[in-house]
């Protein structure tokens, strides 16, 4: 069965630096994409950005770019979503879903991390 | 304000049909680009509802069809269960952003 299994919900403070992990199990890790999806509050679904494992080629979505960092561990076939300096408009819940290289749709999706940001 | 216009709600009674529709521009859905569906219960994962405009993955029943003519595309659910009550998006890749676009979110309610 094909699974992501995502690090559990944290809370941080404004300026401080946080990586959250989405764990991948049932497929070959390298070959498929593997993107970020935020949800702030009583919001919609966002794509943030994706990685493929493979060759560790990373896509940002324009709006976010420099703002957050995706990466990959092939060895444990683990996915990163990492900030240096977090700020209160980052609280949101966070998704990691696969991609098929050949498609445009997202499954199966992780359970989310929910990242609070308050001081 | 999101790339792709849903309608923020529809409601229907038990066993009624509604649609959602999902609407682009020609750096999306105009280009050729598939609509994705998927359902998003609270405290849940979301859950692919259909792929590539009309396709159902293994699981999902037959209640659940999309349909794509031009720039218009739709999510119809006919016999409403009270277990359909749930938030819905669709999903496309803009070509002038190079991203993954979602719409806004419907949310179903069954009355």
């Known amino acids: 069965e094909v699974q992501l299994v995502q690090s559990g919900a944290e809370v941080k403070k404004p300026g401080e630096s946080l990586k959250i992990s989405c764990q991948a199990s049932?497929?070959?890790?390298?070959?498929?994409?593997i993107a970020w999806v935020r949800q702030m509050p009583g919001k919609g679904l966002e794509w943030m950005g994706i990685?493929?494992?493979?060759?560790?080629?990373?896509k940002y979505s324009p709006s976010l770019q420099g703002q957050v960092t995706i990466s990959a561990d092939r060895s444990i076939s683990t996915v990163y979503l990492q900030w240096n300096s977090l700020k209160a408009s980052d609280t949101a819940m966070y998704y990691c879903a696969r991609r098929r290289p050949d498609s445009n749709w997202f499954d199966p999706w992780g359970q989310g991390t929910l990242v609070t940001v308050s001081s | 304000q999101s790339v792709l216009t849903q309608p923020p709600s529809v409601s229907g009674a038990p066993g009624q049909r509604v649609t959602i529709s999902c609407t682009g521009s020609s750096s999306n859905i105009g280009a050729g680009s598939d609509i994705h569906w998927y359902q998003h219960l609270p405290g849940t994962a979301p859950k692919l509802l259909i792929y590539?405009?009309?396709n159902r993955p293994s699981g999902v029943p037959d209640r659940f069809s999309g349909s794509k003519s031009g720039t218009s595309v739709s999510l119809a659910i006919s016999g409403l269960q009270a277990e359909d009550e749930a938030e819905y998006y669709c999903?496309?890749?803009?070509?002038?952003?190079?991203?993954?676009?979602f719409g806004g979110g419907t949310k179903l309610t069954v009355l």
């Open positions: 990685i493929y494992p493979g060759d560790l080629d990373t």
């Open positions: 049932g497929y070959t890790f390298s070959k498929y994409w």
């Open positions: 590539g405009n009309r």
């Open positions: 999903q496309s890749y803009d070509i002038s952003l190079s991203a993954w676009v």
